[in-house]
Nanobody
Framework: VQLQASGGGLVQAGGSLRLSCAAS????????MGWFRQAPGKERELVAA????????YYTDSVKGRFTISRDNAKNAMYLQMNRLKPEDTAVYYC????????????????WGQGTLVTVSS
């Protein structure tokens, strides 16, 4: 699977962005998907994840109530709607695929997108 992330950019605090992850090469309909981010000087962290059937969703505490993860298996795509952005959300965001039912730790990821930069100005 090849994953292509897009939608990053520069936005003021309080603004919104929508990230997209387009998959090619094979279907992602049976794969759990997620978004990680990595800020300068920090470790890569899981931001949100969604199960293959959309029943289960995970959000890290700092984005709960502000970010929404979704997927469209018919379009072989995944999204991250980010609202009320804060400067601390500034990072490179990576889309990722992991086996169904995994914990979605970094070591579980078997496919990575190339990353898209999100910069939130104060």
């Amino acid at each position: 699977v090849q994953l292509q992330a897009s939608g990053g950019g520069l936005v003021q605090a309080g603004g919104s962005l929508r990230l997209s992850c387009a998959a090619s090469g094979r279907t992602i309909s049976t794969t759990d998907m997620g978004w990680f981010r990595q800020a300068p000087g920090k470790e890569r962290e899981l931001v949100a994840a969604i199960s293959w059937d959309t029943i289960n969703r995970y959000y890290t505490d700092s984005v709960k109530g502000r970010f929404t993860i979704s997927r469209d298996n018919a379009k072989n795509a995944m999204y991250l709607q980010m609202n009320r952005l804060k400067p601390e959300d500034t990072a490179v965001y990576y889309c990722a695929a992991a086996p169904r039912g995994s914990a979605f730790a970094i070591t579980d990821v078997n496919y990575w997108g190339q990353g898209t930069l999100v910069t939130v100005s104060s």
